[in-house]
């Protein structure tokens, strides 16, 4: 019953900017801390950024700190990513995840010229 659903990934050019929606049900979404995660070629997936239930504390990776913003909206069920100032290292599937025991499908981010 639990879902979550990425949308929004796809080609952009170095600097330029993506946000990535992640559509939630069939769970209490506005009760669990909700994390962005990514996964690049060959490497093991990475914590991107996290959020608490009310969206008041953050946590970023120090990769992506300054650039990329985690936010939620709890009354549509959807948490946010916004990507600034893109890089190509920034190429990977990104997920969604509650709690590392739900994810979902993934969407691609792809930087590059």
């Known amino acids: 019953q639990v879902q979550l659903v990425e949308s929004g990934g796809g080609l952009v050019q170095p600097g330029g900017s993506l946000r990535l929606s992640c559509a939630a049900s069939?769970?209490?979404?506005?009760?669990?801390?909700m994390s962005w995660y990514r996964q690049a070629p060959g490497r093991e997936r990475e914590l991107v950024a996290r959020?608490?239930?009310?969206?008041?504390?953050?946590n970023y990776a120090d990769s992506v700190k300054g650039r990329f913003t985690i936010s939620r909206d709890n009354a549509k069920n959807v948490v946010y990513l916004q990507m600034n100032r893109l890089k190509p290292e920034d190429t990977a599937v990104y997920y969604c995840?509650?709690?590392?025991?739900?994810w979902g499908q993934g969407t691609q981010v792809t930087v590059s010229s």
């Open positions: 959020l608490s239930p009310s969206g008041g504390v953050t």
């Open positions: 995840s509650r709690a590392n025991t739900y």
């Open positions: 069939g769970f209490a979404f506005s009760s669990y801390t």
